[in-house]
């Protein structure tokens, strides 16, 4: 591998390995006696652990330097996605994938590396759209091609395997990479001053946004499912599901790459949030998986928006790259806390009144569109209406 592109291989990698691992962490939650308030729990911990340790790792890195962050969370992130081959009950499940996602935090330090770089983030986000359909592919094709094959004890255990594997990989080309220099310890605040109040619009927006969105996706594998032609065999109906995560991805590596660059941080979230409301409730009139597949479309390009306008908009605000980048994963992981609770909640009390799990799934998303409107609605307030009145005052001002 060229050394100096190692940073896009490592993106490549480590998104491969926690989205092949990480979809069907429902379906695997199920297998072990979970219920759906269960599995939100279990979705939920990832979340909890990425809310810790974006900001923390991040902003390590900006301190430490980006090398000593990536190796050491990498090392350890290899070791827990091969114990989850023994998170055989719904506990110990919940356990590995918290101190998972505590590894997983180190992309924000990928990230402030990649801006150290000066790589355009559009790019370098579409390395990891990719990274996202490779592992969900793959996680699919695993799980056709082994179903009713012993391999140790569980049917995923090639995913986990190979998540493992490519953790490695990516801790041993951390280790080869020459970063820049950084502060000492002694010199630099953790907090610094004016990360979140530059931001504040991007964070809160996007965290509305993101609580909406993970409550859908805590089930979204069970929803797909259940679209699937029953007369299949289940290993198929499973291969099926994760062709619709990659179809997603796919649709993101093209529309991060062509649509974004020339575009404004702020137009590009704005818009993302707009066809993520759209996006959400258009899941609520899919009634098989042909047209559950078109929706797939639109969620591609309202992510892509919306993620890389949020990430420039948090960046090109502050000189701490590594916190403000992991501020936002932060916040996001935030809302990924609640987001799955919450959707396992009203999946299961909507489906308690009678109208089964597929009512219990459409409630969420309906609640999941709503929220995501009043984010594009808080979004535009903070940014676009405050400037203008920022305008409007200064105006008045010159004009007595």
Known sequence: MNKGNNDFHMQLLTNIAYTSSTLFIPVYASVTGANSAEIGAIVASYSVALLVSNYTLGRLSDIYGRKLILAVSLMFASLMAFLQLEATSPLVLLTVRF???????SSSSLIAYAIDLKRDLGYFSSIAAMGSAIGQGFA??????????????????????????????????????????HHSAGSVRFFPA??????????????????????????FPLFCLALTPTSYPYSL??????????????????????????????ALLLSGLAISAVTFFSFTLARNFAELAATQLLLGVG?????????????ERSSS???????????????????????????TSVASLGFGDAGGYLAVMYVAAIL???????????????????VASKGTITGL
């Open 99 to 105: 101190f998972l996602g505590l590894s997983a935090g």
């Open 140 to 181: 699919g094709i695993v799980i056709y091609l082994f179903a009713g094959r012993t391999i140790g004890h569980s049917l995923f255990t090639p995913v986990f395997l190979m998540s493992s594997l490519l953790l490695f990989m990516s801790f041993v080309l951390s280790l080869q990479i020459k970063y820049p220099v």
């Open 194 to 219: 004016g990360v979140f109040s530059r931001g504040r619009a991007a964070y809160l927006s996007l965290s509305l946004r993101h609580f909406g969105a993970t409550a859908i996706w805590a089930l």
């Open 237 to 266: 109906r499973l291969a099926l599901v994760a062709s619709i995560y990659v179809l997603n991805s796919v649709v993101q590596i093209v529309s991060m790459r062509l649509l974004t660059p020339g575009r404004s941080a702020r």
């Open 303 to 315: 992510w892509s928006f919306m993620y890389v306008g949020g990430l420039r908009y948090v960046v």
């Open 321 to 347: 790259r590594g916190a403000s980048a992991g501020l936002l994963a932060s916040f996001m992981a935030m809302s990924g806390i609640g987001g799955p609770i919450a959707g396992g909640a009203i999946a």
């Open 372 to 390: 995501t409107a009043v984010a594009a609605v808080v979004f535009y307030l903070m940014e676009y209406r405050g400037a203008r009145m920022q």
